[in-house]
């Protein structure tokens, strides 16, 4: 049953900053460029390219995309593998998917100029002249405020010598994953690949014949094809700011390993949602607090997930900083920093099968255990009394990530393998929630991708509850994996 009533919180000093998600969207390129905008070009465009690396890199600047990898290393070794063919490009990921992350889209929606300066600093350290944003062509929103502002950046010549659009592909969670986001470009499907970006990067034109393995040993990339910087959308929003003000300045927030600040999302079974930025090191009891609101009125938080990528968070967790090195420590991970909180009203278990769901429909299928595991995983949920299913469960996890070339089955994995933990009778009644808690009307706790957050509260993508594995929506599975039933059609621009 649920937990004692709330006890009244004691009035705390606000935890959120503004570095790079502007409270009140920026209206105009000319608001932006009165504010300081633009700034960070040219400090950036004042030194060698090789000064703008290091600079990132002594910053510390992590990459928010969810691993968390060295910007300044990332920038560098991109630029090490450059070709004889061209500059490498450089492409924004905007492709956001994660369940329960909505801050890129936040970050477009309030200030796009902040992104689109980052990223053209990252041009002149690779002396690019491509610059491609690459976002959901679902996303109308955040499409039309991009369109405005490349228009607005282009007119007044920030960007001159550099092409600059905005591409658009399918709403498959793999579009986020930055070599299947790559393979979209080129004209084909949200696959991802083995080759890295570095190595490898996007032929825009998709000419047929091409090479996919890259001569290792002069680092010439596959059929010609340069390298390409990808970097997500909060990642390029820090970049500004650290040639604006320096690496010392941008290390004064945030911890030694994880410096700087992270852009949260709140959403699932608490008083509010929302996205806000706080300083990395943020104990995540705070952001929970300060930006969802506590817990609903009546209840008790028992977890959360970051996302469908780490595994899960008992509340005795929450007290743990939001860095990369902290999370780690603990077995989970900061992951895109988009948290679904659970309350004692909450059935985790359907939460599990949810999220198996999820991951076992969006796979390709290029990898068989991936798609085969994962699906059998998924249906092990349909029954919660059938000992066989979760003996079967057990043995398909442990085989589900085999040979994988993305981070899909490692995360299929690692997220059930630790909420079993939690579900199983045998771990205790200790923040077990009830599952008849929600008898009443509660609404059943949603484990989907966002469609917005509006007045406080997210909505969410229901059409992914009707998604077949091969990836149609409605009507019968045609059995069919993505991968064996792909054909090679360029998404609408």
Request: aromatic share 6%.
């Amino acid at each position: 049953m649920s937990g004692a009533p709330s006890a009244p919180r004691p009035a705390a000093r606000s935890v959120v900053v503004e570095r790079v998600l502007d409270r009140r969207p920026c209206p105009n390129l000319a608001a932006y460029v009165a504010g300081g905008g633009f700034g960070g070009v040219e400090a950036a465009r004042a030194v060698a390219p090789a000064v703008v690396i290091e600079t990132i890199a002594d910053a510390g600047l992590r990459g928010r995309g969810g691993a968390g990898f060295p910007t300044g290393v990332k920038w560098r070794t991109v630029l090490e593998y450059s070709s004889p063919e061209g500059p490498p490009p450089v492409v924004v990921n905007a492709a956001e998917g994660e369940p329960g992350s909505f801050k890129d889209r936040a970050l477009l929606r309030a200030n796009p100029y902040r992104v689109i300066e980052g990223a053209l600093i990252a041009c002149h350290a690779l002396a690019a002249s491509e610059l491609v944003i690459a976002t959901k062509e679902t996303f109308a929103t955040e499409i039309e405020r991009l369109r405005s502002a490349i228009a607005e950046v282009v007119a007044a010549g920030w960007a001159d010598g550099i092409d600059v659009r905005a591409e658009f592909g399918p709403s498959h969670y793999l579009f986020g994953e930055e070599t299947a986001l790559l393979d979209v470009l080129g004209g084909g499907e949200p696959f991802p690949r083995v080759t890295p970006p570095y190595r490898r990067g996007v032929d825009f034109m998709n000419e047929p014949g091409r090479d996919e393995t890259p001569d290792l040993a002069t680092n010439d990339p596959a059929g010609g094809t340069p390298p390409v910087l990808v970097n997500n959308v909060e990642t390029f929003a820090n970049v500004p700011g650290i040639l604006a003000n320096g690496a010392e300045w941008y290390r004064q927030l945030g911890t030694a390993e994880s410096p700087g600040t992270v852009v949260c999302t709140v959403v699932g079974s608490t008083e509010r949602h929302g996205v806000a930025e706080v300083p990395m090191g943020t104990p995540l009891t705070l952001a929970i607090d300060e930006i969802g609101g506590g817990p609903r009125q009546g209840h008790r938080l028992v977890g959360a997930i970051s996302g469908v990528a780490n595994a899960y968070l008992p509340v005795a967790a929450f007290d743990t900083p939001l860095s990369y090195e902290a999370m780690d420590e603990i077995g989970s991970g900061l992951g895109s920093a988009g948290f679904i909180v659970f309350d004692d009203a909450d059935d985790l278990r359907d939460v599990a099968g949810q999220i198996s769901r999820f991951l076992a429909v969006e796979s390709c299928g290029q990898c068989e255990p991936c798609k085969r595991d994962g699906l059998a995983i998924s249906a092990t949920f349909d029954d919660p009394d059938d000992a066989a299913a979760a003996g079967e469960r057990r043995e398909r996890l442990a085989t589900v990530a085999d040979s994988a070339r993305c981070s899909l089955a490692r995360q299929h994995r690692d997220v059930i393998t630790s909420m079993l933990d939690v579900i199983d009778p045998a771990a205790g009644p200790a923040d077990v929630p009830d599952s008849d808690a929600g008898a009443g009307g509660r609404e059943r706790a949603l484990v989907l991708p966002i469609v917005d957050i509006v007045e406080g509260r997210a909505t969410f993508d229901e059409r992914q509850l009707e998604k077949n594995p091969d990836w149609s929506v409605g009507g019968a599975d045609s059995g069919a994996w993505p991968a064996a039933a792909a054909t090679q059609v360029r998404v609408t621009r």
